[in-house]
Structures are given as C-alpha cells and as structure tokens.
C-alpha cells in the first residue's frame, strides 16, 4: 500500500472522529456488546432530497473474522 496515501487516510480518519464522536462511542458499544454469527447490521442512509436508501447483513463467521482483522490492524498499523 502507499505510504502516503496511508498518512492522508489516518488524517481523515482523525478528522472523522473528531466530526462525529457518537459514531466511535456507537461502534465501541458494539463491539463491547460482541459480533456474533446471526446478529444483524443495518446501515441507512438519507439523502438532502429525502430518498432513503437501507442495507442489512447477517453476520457470518468470516465477516467477524475480517472485522476482527480490521481491529488488529488499527491498533498495530505498524504490522
């Protein structure tokens, strides 16, 4: 991966934290509660004209294992 767009990326992610705290304290909540197989995540978006827009997934082993993988690597970005 590029190193530099790595360092743009931890920038806007610090960005986005900070523009939107409830987010990181909504996904901390979560992952206290524990992703299980079976459980459901539903995302949904609104847009400024009112059209809404709804996804959902049930959870499986290995997406718990790519989010899993996800976590280790924000909190070892070195590896």
């Known amino acids: ?13 610090g960005k986005f ?8 304290m909504f996904l901390k909540s979560v992952a206290n509660k524990g992703i299980t197989a079976g ?6 978006f609104t847009s400024v004209d009112g059209q809404e827009y709804r996804a959902n997934i049930k959870m499986t082993d290995d997406d718990i294992e790519t989010i899993n ?10 590896g």
């Not at 590029?2 to 990326?9: C, E, G, K, R, Y």
């Not at 934290?17 to 990181?24: A, L, M, N």
């Not at 993988?69 to 070195?78: A, G, R, W």
Request: aromatic share 6%; glycine share 6%; proline share 8%.
């Open 39 to 44: 459980s459901v995540m539903e995302v949904k």
């Open 17 to 24: 934290k900070e523009q939107h705290p409830k987010f990181g």
């Open 69 to 78: 993988m996800i976590k280790s690597m924000s909190q070892n970005p070195n």
């Open 1 to 13: 991966m590029n190193p530099m767009l790595m360092m743009q990326f931890a920038g806007r992610l």
